[in-house]
Structure formats: structure tokens, C-alpha cells
């Protein structure tokens, strides 16, 4: 398995846990990235099974605060580098008849003041999904995504940019909303990438798996 990001640290210490994992420094925003990192996996394996987009970026942004350069940056990493990622894997993909599953998000279908840049990419993602599912499937590539709730990682801290007196409102603000009464954890949510990854689900195509506490629905 490679894993991408910016952090070199933060890659060895996850790579370190296991001798099949490798990290890549790359910058999902990068319009460069795409290439190098199906690059350095072929490098380690000699192929490439499975393609998950996981890098993701957000802020809460009012509409009335909107700028060119956020919204760039929200859509550079959220929809344009894992098209250009999933573009540069096509042809491996296709020779392994493999899966690309894309990393949505609750707000990709479900309204919020201030998300909604970040919605909108989530929502474009998933529309990216169901079209490549239809554009891949005679190469014999399934693409699926899945649409994760809040999950308890960095992501507020590290990607939205938020202060602890801010995160603590927001966890909370969300566990009243979710029916299921918690915040998500990360197996929650990784269980179910690797299981539309799996060769055995070789009919299941273009679909949005939501995995929130029934937050969508709330």
C-alpha cells in the first residue's frame, strides 16, 4: 500500500507500523502529484489494484467571505487532484481490472450554512463517480464512493483550520444532530472503503455508500 501527503512525519510514522505500507510525499492540490504517485507505487509493486482518493480539504467559508483563491484550493484538492490522479491510474487500473473509491462526504448531499464550497465539491465528487463507474466499467474498473459523517480525526484542527473552543462546539453541535448519538471512528468509515476495494464485490459500480449515524437524514 502507498499513502500520500504533505507530511513527511506523519507518512513514517504510519509507515513504520507496518512493512507493507510506503509513504509518498505528494501534494494532492498538485497537478503534478497525479503522475509521480502512480509513478512510486509501480515502483514498489510493479501495479496498481486499487485507487482510494482520500485527500480532502475544507473550511467554513460564508458565502459573503468567498474569494477566488479558496475556492481554488477547496476544489483543487477535492475534485481536481483525485481526477487527475484517477486519469494517471486508468490504464494499470484497467490491466488489474481494479476499483477506485472516491472519498465523499455527508455534505456532499446534505445542505450547511458555510460549507457550501465544500458541499459543492463533495457533491461534484459524487457526481464524478457515477460518471467514471459508467466511462470505466467496459475496462472492467468499478467506482464507487463513500460518503462519510464527521468522524473523530484531525480534520477540523488540521484542514478546517479550527480553534479547540470552536472543535468542541462543533463536535458537540454534531452528535446532537447525528440519530445514532456519536461521532464517527475511523474504522467505521475504513471498513467500508475496503469492501467496495474488494475483487468479490465485482457488481457493485457507481454507487454513494453513506456511512453517518444517519446524519443525511436528520
Known amino acids: 500500500m502507498l499513502i500520500t501527503g504533505r507530511r513527511l ?72 487532484g483525485p481526477t487527475l490522479l484517477a486519469a494517471a491510474a486508468i490504464p494499470h487500473l484497467e490491466e488489474a481490472k481494479g476499483a477506485i473509491v472516491n472519498m465523499s462526504s455527508t455534505y456532499g448531499s446534505k445542505a450547511a450554512a458555510g460549507l457550501s464550497l465544500y458541499g459543492a465539491s463533495k457533491a461534484a465528487i459524487e457526481h464524478l463517480t457515477r460518471c467514471w463507474a459508467l466511462e470505466l466499467a467496459p475496462k472492467g474498473i468499478r467506482v464507487n464512493a463513500v460518503a462519510s459523517g464527521p468522524v473523530e480525526t484531525a480534520f477540523l484542527r488540521e484542514r478546517m483550520g479550527l480553534s479547540e473552543e470552536q472543535i468542541k462546539a462543533v463536535k458537540e453541535q454534531e452528535r446532537q444532530m447525528i440519530p445514532l448519538g456519536r461521532r464517527g471512528e475511523p474504522d467505521d468509515v475504513a471498513r467500508w472503503v475496503v ?9 457493485i459500480t457507481g454507487q454513494i455508500i453513506t456511512v453517518d449515524g444517519g446524519l443525511v437524514i436528520s
Do not use: M, Y
Not at 18 to 44: C, M, Q
Not at 195 to 203: H, I, M, Q, T
Open 9 to 80: 512525519s506523519a507518512l513514517k510514522k504510519v509507515a513504520a507500523s507496518n512493512p507493507n505500507i510506503k509513504g509518498f510525499v505528494a501534494d494532492a492540490s498538485d497537478p503534478e502529484a497525479a503522475a509521480r504517485t502512480v509513478a512510486a507505487a509501480l515502483e514498489h509493486w510493479g501495479r496498481l489494484d486499487i485507487l482510494v482518493n482520500n485527500a480532502g480539504g475544507g473550511a467554513i467559508q460564508p458565502l459573503a467571505d468567498a474569494n477566488a483563491k479558496a475556492i481554488s484550493d477547496i476544489f483543487g484538492v477535492n475534485v481536481i
Open 195 to 203: 469492501d467496495l476495494a474488494d475483487p468479490e464485490k465485482s457488481w
